[in-house]
C-alpha cells in the first residue's frame, strides 16, 4: 500500500470515528486567510461537513492560480456543472457508482432507495444542506401546478407512479416504488443530473406558499416576470448556472450574470471534498471561462490562451495544435471516446410533409443512405485512417458489442442502394440524374447542422457526391443550435446530423434509453420521445411496429429481475436498431484532442471524453487538478 493511500485510509478512519473534531486536522487554502481572519468566513473546521469525501489524484496537489478555458456561448456556464461534478452519487473511473454528495446510499430490490447526507454539509453560502431541500423539491416545485404544469418529472415515475417520499431525519431520505426503477441513480450520476434537491432558504423567497406578498409581488415587477411562478423558474437553474446568487454543491460557483464575454467561477469554500492530506479542495482558486466564436477556440488553444481544451476541439485541429506545443508550453493528448459514432445522421419521422414521412419511415430508403455512404473515404479524408467505420451502435468496449451490429448494411454498395430506392417506386430521374418523389418533385435532402462542428460539415461534402450517384441531391442548412433543435421538434428538419449514442460502452444493467424512442432530444424521432417524457400529455403516441417494439422492451427492461434477463433484452433492442437504421452512424472509435497545459497536474494523459457517462472531465475531478510552478 502507498504512502497516500495510507494516509487517506487513516484519515477516513478518523473521520468516521471522531467526525467533527477530526476536521481541526484538514488544512485551507491561502486564498481563503484574510476572510477567515477578519471573520468573514468560519474557518475550515466548521466549513467542512462532519465526514467529508477524500479523494485524490496521481500527487497531492499545491493550492492557487486561474484555470482558463475556452466556450462558444454564454450559456455554457452549465459546462462548469458539468466538470464540476459534484453529484448525490457519481461513477469513478471505472463505472462504478459511489457516494459522492451522500455519505452512503443502500437500495433495496432496486426499488427502495434510502439517501443518507454528510452531517454538517453546507451550500456554497454556508447554510445547511439538508433533507428539507429535498422535500422543498419534491412538495414545493416538482409537484406544484403552477412550477411543473406536467407534474413530477419522468424519472421520478414508474409505469405512471410516483414514488413514496419518507424525510427519515435531517440527513435520511426514502424513496420507494412500487416497481422497479434501476435508471434512478444513474440519472443523479449524469452529466446533467435532475437536481432532486434545491436550496430551500434561497428559493422559498420566490415561492407563493413562503414568501411575504408584497416583497413577493415587487421582486416580480423588478425582474419584469409574468407571475411569482416565472421568477421562481428563471432563479432556480441549477445546471444553467447562470444565476450567481443561487447557493451550489459544485467546487466553483459563477459570479457573473449573463451575457458576459468572461465568467469568472470562484472556488465554494464549503465544498465537501479534501485529499489524502487533509487538504479541501479544490486546489484551483478561480476557473476563468472566456466566450469566443467557436472558429477562434482551438487559434486561441494553440495561442496558449487555454489551460484545459478541448470543446469545440477537433482531430482537424491536431497537427495544427502539436506544431504549436514546444513553444507554447502545453501538450496535446488524445483521449478515447464513448460515442456510438462521431458523426450520425438523423431521418426524422416526424418530418410535417407526408411525402417524406413515409419515405423516412420506409427502412429501405433508410437502409439505401447507408449503403451509399462511403465510410472507408469518410476515415481517411477526415479521420486519418484513425477511426473505424461503423454503424451508430456500441463500442468494442462495450459487454453488449458484437461484430455484425457495426456492420449491419453499413457496407459502400451503391448498387444494392440503387435497386432498394427503384424497388420504393423512386425509379424516375431528371436529366441530372436526380430521382423524383412519387409527387413529382426531385428527390433533394437538406441536412441541418448546429453549425458547431466543422468535421460534420466536411462529412456532408464528402456525402454529397456518394448520394448523388445513387440519384439523391444533398444541401447544407446550418443554425444555432437553438432553432436546429427547435425545428427538428416540431417537424420542419428533413435529416439531421449530430453525434451518434452519447455512451457506446453500456452494459446489461445501464439503461437501453438512448436506443428506443423515450426522450425528445432524439432527433430521429423527437414526437414519440417527447410524449414518454411528458406522460402523454405532449408529442405524439408510437405508430410504427419497430419503435413500438423497441419502447415496449425498455419498459421490460426497467421491470428485469437479473442481469441476463436485460442483457437478453438489450441484445433484441441492439438487432433491431441495426436492422431498422433509424440513425446513420459514419464512424466510431475516434480520438479527441485534449489542450492541457504543461503546469496543468493530475490530468491523465490516458482517458475517456464522453458526455454520458462521464461528464467530459468531470469523472477525472478537476477539483485535484493543480498548477504547478515548474514547467516540464
Given at each position: 500500500?502507498?504512502v497516500r493511500?495510507l494516509?487517506?485510509n487513516?484519515l477516513?478512519?478518523?473521520?468516521?470515528?471522531?467526525?467533527a473534531?477530526?476536521?481541526?486536522g484538514?488544512?485551507?487554502?491561502?486564498?481563503?486567510?484574510?476572510?477567515?481572519?477578519?471573520?468573514?468566513?468560519?474557518?475550515?473546521?466548521e466549513r467542512?461537513?462532519?465526514?467529508?469525501?477524500v479523494?485524490g489524484?496521481?500527487?497531492?496537489?499545491?493550492?492557487?492560480?486561474?484555470?482558463?478555458?475556452?466556450?462558444?456561448?454564454?450559456?455554457?456556464?452549465?459546462?462548469?456543472?458539468?466538470?464540476g461534478?459534484a453529484r448525490?452519487?457519481?461513477f469513478?473511473q471505472?463505472?462504478n457508482l459511489?457516494s459522492?454528495?451522500l455519505?452512503?446510499?443502500?437500495?433495496e430490490?432496486?426499488?427502495?432507495?434510502?439517501?443518507?447526507?454528510?452531517?454538517g454539509?453546507?451550500?456554497s453560502?454556508?447554510?445547511?444542506?439538508?433533507?428539507?431541500?429535498?422535500?422543498?423539491?419534491?412538495?414545493?416545485v416538482?409537484?406544484?401546478?403552477d412550477?411543473?404544469?406536467?407534474?413530477?418529472?419522468?424519472?421520478?415515475?414508474?409505469?405512471g407512479?410516483v414514488?413514496?417520499?419518507?424525510?427519515?431525519?435531517?440527513?435520511?431520505?426514502?424513496?420507494t416504488?412500487?416497481k422497479?426503477?434501476?435508471?434512478?441513480?444513474?440519472r443523479?450520476?449524469g452529466?446533467?443530473?435532475?437536481?432532486?434537491?434545491?436550496?430551500a432558504?434561497?428559493?422559498k423567497?420566490?415561492?407563493?406558499?413562503?414568501?411575504?406578498?408584497?416583497?413577493?409581488?415587487?421582486?416580480?415587477?423588478k425582474?419584469?416576470?409574468?407571475?411569482?411562478?416565472?421568477l421562481h423558474?428563471?432563479?432556480?437553474?441549477?445546471?444553467?448556472f447562470?444565476n450567481?446568487?443561487l447557493?451550489?454543491?459544485?467546487?466553483?460557483?459563477?459570479?457573473v450574470?449573463?451575457?458576459q464575454?468572461q465568467?469568472?467561477?470562484e472556488?465554494?469554500p464549503?465544498?465537501?471534498?479534501?485529499?489524502?492530506?487533509g487538504?479541501?479542495?479544490?486546489?484551483?482558486?478561480?476557473?476563468?471561462?472566456?466566450?469566443?466564436?467557436?472558429?477562434?477556440?482551438?487559434?486561441?488553444a494553440?495561442?496558449?490562451?487555454?489551460?484545459?481544451?478541448?470543446?469545440?476541439?477537433?482531430?482537424?485541429h491536431?497537427?495544427?495544435?502539436?506544431?504549436?506545443e514546444?513553444?507554447?508550453?502545453?501538450?496535446?493528448?488524445?483521449?478515447?471516446?464513448?460515442l456510438?459514432?462521431?458523426?450520425?445522421?438523423?431521418p426524422?419521422m416526424?418530418?410535417?410533409?407526408?411525402?417524406?414521412?413515409?419515405?423516412?419511415?420506409?427502412v429501405?430508403?433508410?437502409?439505401?443512405l447507408?449503403?451509399?455512404?462511403?465510410?472507408?473515404?469518410?476515415?481517411?479524408v477526415?479521420?486519418f485512417?484513425?477511426?473505424?467505420?461503423a454503424?451508430n451502435t456500441?463500442?468494442?468496449?462495450?459487454?453488449?458489442?458484437?461484430d455484425?451490429?457495426?456492420?449491419?448494411?453499413?457496407d459502400f454498395d451503391?448498387?444494392?442502394a440503387e435497386?432498394?430506392?427503384?424497388?420504393?417506386?423512386?425509379?424516375?430521374r431528371?436529366?441530372?440524374g436526380?430521382?423524383?418523389?412519387p409527387?413529382?418533385r426531385?428527390?433533394?435532402?437538406?441536412?441541418?447542422?448546429?453549425?458547431?462542428?466543422?468535421?460534420?460539415?466536411d462529412v456532408?461534402?464528402?456525402?454529397?457526391?456518394?448520394?448523388?450517384?445513387?440519384?439523391i441531391?444533398?444541401?447544407t442548412?446550418?443554425?444555432?443550435r437553438?432553432?436546429?433543435?427547435?425545428r427538428?421538434?416540431?417537424g420542419?428538419?428533413?435529416?439531421a446530423?449530430?453525434?451518434?449514442?452519447?455512451?457506446g460502452?453500456?452494459?446489461?444493467?445501464m439503461s437501453?434509453?438512448?436506443?428506443?424512442p423515450?426522450r425528445?432530444i432524439?432527433?430521429?424521432?423527437?414526437?414519440w420521445?417527447?410524449?414518454?417524457?411528458?406522460?402523454?400529455k405532449?408529442?405524439?403516441?408510437?405508430?410504427?411496429?419497430?419503435?413500438?417494439?423497441?419502447?415496449d422492451?425498455?419498459?421490460?427492461?426497467?421491470?428485469?429481475?437479473?442481469?441476463d434477463?436485460?442483457?437478453k433484452i438489450w441484445?433484441?433492442?441492439?438487432?433491431?436498431?441495426?436492422?431498422?437504421?433509424?440513425?446513420?452512424?459514419?464512424?466510431?472509435?475516434?480520438?479527441?484532442?485534449?489542450v492541457v497545459s504543461?503546469?496543468?497536474?493530475?490530468?491523465?494523459r490516458?482517458?475517456?471524453?464522453a458526455?454520458?457517462?462521464?461528464?467530459?472531465?468531470?469523472i477525472?475531478?478537476p477539483?485535484?487538478?493543480?498548477?504547478?510552478?515548474?514547467v516540464?
Open positions: 500500500m502507498s493511500q494516509t487517506i487513516i477516513l478512519a478518523l473521520a468516521l470515528t471522531t467526525g473534531a477530526v476536521a481541526e484538514f488544512s485551507d487554502t491561502p486564498a481563503l486567510a484574510e476572510r477567515v481572519k477578519s471573520g468573514g468566513l468560519p474557518p475550515v473546521a467542512l461537513p462532519e465526514q467529508p469525501r479523494v489524484g496521481d500527487t497531492i496537489g499545491q493550492y492557487g492560480g486561474d484555470l482558463r478555458i475556452s466556450m462558444a456561448r454564454a450559456k455554457d456556464t452549465r459546462m462548469m456543472t458539468v466538470y461534478y448525490l452519487v457519481g469513478d471505472s463505472y459511489v459522492d454528495i455519505e452512503s446510499f443502500e437500495v430490490d432496486a426499488r427502495i432507495f434510502t439517501l443518507r447526507l454528510r452531517k454539509h453546507k451550500w453560502d454556508g447554510a445547511p444542506f439538508t433533507t428539507e431541500d429535498f422535500r422543498y423539491w419534491w412538495e414545493d416538482a409537484n406544484n401546478t412550477l411543473a404544469p406536467l407534474g413530477a418529472p419522468i424519472f421520478m415515475k414508474v409505469d407512479e414514488p413514496t417520499v419518507e424525510i427519515i431525519d435531517a440527513q435520511t431520505i426514502r424513496y416504488w412500487q422497479p426503477n434501476p435508471t434512478f441513480l444513474p443523479l450520476a452529466p446533467r443530473p435532475p437536481f432532486i434537491y434545491r436550496p432558504h434561497y428559493m423567497q420566490f415561492h407563493a406558499k413562503y414568501a411575504e406578498q408584497p416583497a413577493l409581488d415587487a421582486a416580480v415587477k425582474r419584469r416576470m409574468r407571475n411569482w411562478a416565472s423558474n428563471a432563479s432556480d437553474n441549477m445546471y444553467n447562470d450567481p446568487e447557493p451550489t454543491l459544485q467546487p466553483w460557483f459563477n459570479t450574470r449573463p451575457p464575454q465568467f469568472i467561477f472556488r465554494n464549503y465544498f465537501h471534498r479534501v485529499d489524502g492530506e487538504q479541501q479542495l479544490p486546489y484551483i482558486d478561480r476557473v476563468l471561462m472566456n466566450i469566443a466564436d467557436t472558429k477562434l477556440i482551438p487559434a486561441k494553440a495561442a496558449g490562451e487555454s489551460d484545459l481544451q478541448a470543446r469545440n476541439i477537433f482531430m482537424s491536431y497537427t495544427f495544435l502539436r506544431k504549436a514546444e513553444k507554447k508550453k502545453f501538450k496535446t493528448l488524445l483521449w478515447n471516446t464513448a456510438g459514432s462521431k458523426v450520425a445522421l438523423y426524422n416526424h418530418h410535417k410533409d407526408p411525402v417524406w414521412r413515409e419515405l423516412f419511415r420506409d429501405r430508403f433508410r437502409r439505401a447507408s449503403l451509399a455512404t462511403d465510410r472507408d473515404e469518410i476515415n481517411q477526415i479521420y485512417g484513425l477511426a473505424q467505420p454503424n456500441v463500442l468494442p468496449e462495450s459487454p453488449l458489442f458484437r455484425e451490429l457495426q456492420t449491419a448494411w453499413a451503391p448498387d444494392k435497386e432498394l430506392l427503384d424497388e420504393i417506386g423512386l425509379d424516375k431528371d436529366k441530372d436526380v430521382r423524383f418523389l409527387d413529382g426531385r428527390l433533394e435532402i437538406v441536412i441541418e447542422t448546429a453549425g458547431e462542428d466543422t468535421e460534420q460539415i456532408l461534402e464528402l456525402l454529397h457526391d456518394t448520394w448523388l450517384d445513387i440519384g441531391k444533398v444541401f442548412r446550418p443554425s444555432q437553438e432553432v436546429f433543435r427547435n427538428i421538434y416540431s420542419d428538419t428533413m435529416m446530423v449530430w453525434f451518434g449514442v452519447d455512451n460502452i453500456v452494459s446489461a444493467d437501453p434509453g438512448e436506443f428506443t423515450t425528445q432524439q432527433y430521429q424521432w423527437p414526437k420521445g417527447q410524449y414518454f417524457e411528458t406522460g402523454g405532449a408529442g405524439e403516441e408510437i405508430d410504427m411496429p419497430a419503435p413500438k417494439e423497441l419502447f422492451l425498455f419498459r421490460s427492461w426497467r421491470v428485469a429481475r437479473s442481469t434477463e436485460r442483457a441484445q433484441r433492442i441492439l438487432d433491431i436498431h441495426a436492422d431498422q437504421v433509424f440513425s446513420i452512424g459514419i464512424v466510431c472509435c475516434t480520438k479527441q484532442p485534449v504543461n503546469r496543468l497536474k493530475n490530468v491523465p490516458e482517458g475517456v471524453y458526455w454520458n457517462p462521464g461528464a467530459h472531465f468531470g477525472y475531478l477539483d485535484t487538478f493543480y498548477f504547478a510552478n515548474a516540464k
